[in-house]
């Protein structure tokens, strides 16, 4: 059963982001894309063990070629080295540029599966299957693919967007703790941006709430209606679109100064949205009493709000690496209050010591 769908517009560009209660409207929905020759369905063991055959009863229904290509799930295997290989099965599989890629996984397989759509044979069709909060309310939706080099994440991308997103709620229900506060942790990015009726819902939630049905199915539907208009308005983040990154300047800093071994991608970001705020407050005029619910949504959803363990200096000079700075000057996303975002603040590094020095000395 559909339980929401959104769709992407924007110049050539046009497609649904659908939340169906589990796999049994994918051929419905697939069936939408026309002339294909192919469903090439790239996907890792964990994820295949669970959902694979789901997926594959509803592809039998189209009565159209399947092949299925096995990558590695995590982080590190989301690497311009793995590749070459993925290359040589498309092609012995007989790719061709009716094939349709469909990218089950969270978002690491997503960003691999996408990039490899978005280059084999110079850019074929794909379609997102997220099967993890995180990939469902965030890296599923706007196009943006990429694979890591040895020196950077994410360093090798390009935009692509699918031709559809398709989420299945049941798929999460696997999830380990630590997956959900990732996803919980973007959820909450949204609502800080966007305001509204998510942020309300996140004012009452709790860590349990991943497990109600209904709770999901607002974090979901409203985080992706956010994100695809953002993405409609600014494709390839010439302006608005850098406010998804809030949080993420001290974010990246941390999974690069623990080797992305210490935290998941969301528990980086909800310590990276505690520093934005702690600055919006020093320089946007963003509120304590605004401060302050969003410390207690945090304790509620079971997030982390800072780590004492890490270098202030250590962190500025890994915000100094990241790809987005420029010049060495360090931008945040600062929020002037729930719902109003500025982008390109150039903040100091000594101001940023400091109030990493006041966030590690919280509570
Ligand atoms: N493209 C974008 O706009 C964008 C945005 C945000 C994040 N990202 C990328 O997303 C990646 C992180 O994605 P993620 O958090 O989904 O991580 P992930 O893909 O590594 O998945 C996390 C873990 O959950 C497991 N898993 C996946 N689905 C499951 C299920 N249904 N049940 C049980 N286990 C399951 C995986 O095997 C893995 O161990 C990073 O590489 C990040 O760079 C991309």
């Known amino acids: 059963m559909q339980i929401s769908a959104e769709k992407v517009e924007f110049g050539q560009t046009n497609y649904n982001v659908v939340l169906y209660e589990d796999f049994d409207g994918l051929s419905y929905e697939l ?9 090439i369905i790239i996907t890792e063991k964990k994820v295949a063990k669970l959902y694979l055959d789901s997926v594959l009863l509803e592809l039998e229904k189209l009565k159209i070629p399947v092949g299925v290509i096995f990558t590695r799930g995590k982080e590190k295997n989301k ?12 092609i012995e599989l007989g790719t061709d540029r009716k094939s349709v890629i469909l990218a089950l996984g969270g978002g690491v397989i997503g960003d691999f599966a996408g990039f490899v759509a978005a280059t084999f044979l110079r850019g074929i069709r794909f379609v997102q299957i997220p099967t993890t909060l995180l990939a469902c309310v965030d890296s599923s939706v706007g196009g943006k693919v990429a694979v890591n080099a040895d020196k950077g994440k994410n360093m090798i991308g390009a935009f692509h967007q699918p031709e ?3 989420a299945a709620l049941h798929s999460l229900e696997t999830l380990e703790e630590k997956e959900w506060k990732c996803g ?30 209904n709770a999901l ?21 010439t302006g608005k679109r850098a406010i998804l990154n ?58 982390p709000m800072q780590d004492k363990s890490l270098s202030p200096k250590k962190l500025v000079e890994h915000m100094q690496h990241d790809k987005k700075t420029s010049d060495r000057q360090i931008k945040f996303i600062l929020l002037n209050s729930i719902g109003e975002a500025t982008w390109g603040n150039v903040i100091s590094e000594e101001e940023i010591v400091s109030a990493i020095k006041t966030q590690q000395a919280l509570a």
Do not use: C, P, W
């Not at 973007?186 to 860590?207: C, N, Q």
């Not at 974090?219 to 208009?229: H, Y």
């Open 217 to 237: 199915q607002i974090f979901i539907s409203e985080s992706v209606k956010f994100k695809t208009s953002i993405v409609a308005e600014d494709e390839r983040e």
């Open 31 to 39: 069936e939408k894309i026309q002339n294909v020759s192919k469903y």
């Open 164 to 166: 559809l997103v398709y």
């Open 246 to 303: 809030l949080g993420h300047t001290l974010g990246h800093a941390i999974e690069s100064l623990t080797n992305y071994k210490k935290y998941s991608h969301g528990e980086s970001v909800a310590i990276g949205l505690v520093l934005a705020l702690i600055l919006s407050k020093e320089k946007a005029g963003f509120s304590e009493d605004a401060f302050q619910e969003v410390l207690k949504i945090m304790q509620n959803l079971k997030l």
């Open 79 to 90: 690497h311009i080295d793995r590749l070459k290989k993925v290359y040589n099965l498309l």
């Open 184 to 213: 919980l942790a973007e959820v909450l990015k949204h609502s800080l941006l966007t305001g509204g009726v998510l942020f309300e819902a996140m004012k009452t939630a709790k860590f349990e709430d991943v497990f109600d049905k």
